[in-house]
């Protein structure tokens, strides 16, 4: 029989002592890097680590939304829910767990408009974003372009799956590699590494911090089919309106109804105070009515 895993529950009492206390003497990977993804097969620690840096920056004050929810004491993440709501983030840092199940690399999509807004503004908004996935190439293409570092995860020391009743069994520890991508061709994986660590998992201060067992949250559209994930039926584009410029940062629609130009009305030509206007109502309203004129008429 397989072993069913513990149902989480968020560290407490002497618990959140130990992690603060890691977390103090913790040395953060990516620094201050905007944009970071982090890769490695499944069960390595991938989380671990996005969540480790996701609490050094909620130890120092600044606010991490988060699609894995990150506590520890009175240090919590804000839970992303929908990708709209990453058009108000101000100076925060976005956690973005399993980028491919948001986006995935083979979509003939781009990135969605939200997480391209983010991106694109994000010096402005004072914004730095985490993302991960199993491997580089996993990552949509738009997103690789604009990573500036990724970390990558391996295990090491993995207990024996043949002799216990694990499906997912935890590694002793993990050797961590820090790539640079700048200037990566899309074709080619980082080989310049900027840093070398090997991370003992539980020693590690998200050690407990976040369920690792949480099912990974769906936001945004994953399927560029257009097809419901859940119930197979199809999903339609959002709307173009005003509202939906405005939370993107764009100018508003053209609309015919009101940018248009409008047609000259009789009225309005009646009424102006030009005199030549005035002399040429009667000889355009019949000209439009085919009436003849004869030259006496005129």
């Known amino acids: 029989m397989f072993e069913v895993p513990v149902e989480w ?3 407490e009492g002497e618990r959140v002592e ?3 206390k890691r977390l103090r003497g913790y040395s953060p990977l990516l620094g201050n890097v905007p944009i970071a993804g982090v890769t490695g097969a499944n069960g390595g620690g991938k989380s671990l680590v996005l969540v480790a840096e996701a609490l050094f920056d ?3 004050g600044r606010d991490v939304w988060s699609t894995v929810d990150v506590v520890l004491g009175d240090l919590r993440s804000r839970r992303i829910e929908s990708l709209s709501q990453l058009l108000a983030v101000h100076n925060a840092t976005v956690v973005l767990d399993e980028i491919a199940t948001i986006l995935p690399s083979g979509s003939a999509q781009s990135l969605p408009a939200e997480i391209r807004v983010l991106v694109q503004a994000a010096r402005h908004r004072n914004v730095t974003l985490r993302w991960s996935a199993p491997a580089w190439g996993r990552a949509v293409i738009d997103l690789r372009q604009v990573t500036q570092a990724v970390v990558n995860v391996q295990p090491m020391g993995r207990r024996n799956v043949f ?3 694990e499906l997912w069994p935890e590694p ?11 200037g990566v061709k899309l074709d080619s994986t980082p080989d310049k590494i900027l840093r070398r660590r090997l991370l003992r998992l539980r020693a590690c201060p998200s050690w407990g ?3 690792t067992h949480a099912d990974v949250p769906f936001v945004g559209f994953p399927d560029s089919s257009g097809v419901c994930i859940d119930c197979g039926g199809s999903r339609t584009r959002p709307k173009c309106s005003d509202d939906r410029h405005g939370l993107l940062g764009l100018s508003l629609p053209y609309s015919l109804e009101r ?3 409008r047609a000259p009305h009789v009225d309005d030509i009646g009424e102006s105070t030009s005199p030549v206007a005035g002399h ?3 000889e355009s309203l019949a000209i439009a009515g085919g009436v003849e004129r004869t030259a006496g008429d005129r």
């Open 58 to 60: 909620l130890a120092h």
């Open 9 to 11: 529950v968020p560290p």
């Open 18 to 20: 130990v992690l603060l």
């Open 280 to 282: 040429a109502l009667p």
């Open 209 to 211: 911090a976040y369920d």
């Open 163 to 165: 002799k216990r009743a």
């Open 172 to 182: 002793l520890c993990s050797f961590v590699r820090v790539w640079d991508t700048i």
């Open 259 to 261: 940018d248009a130009p």
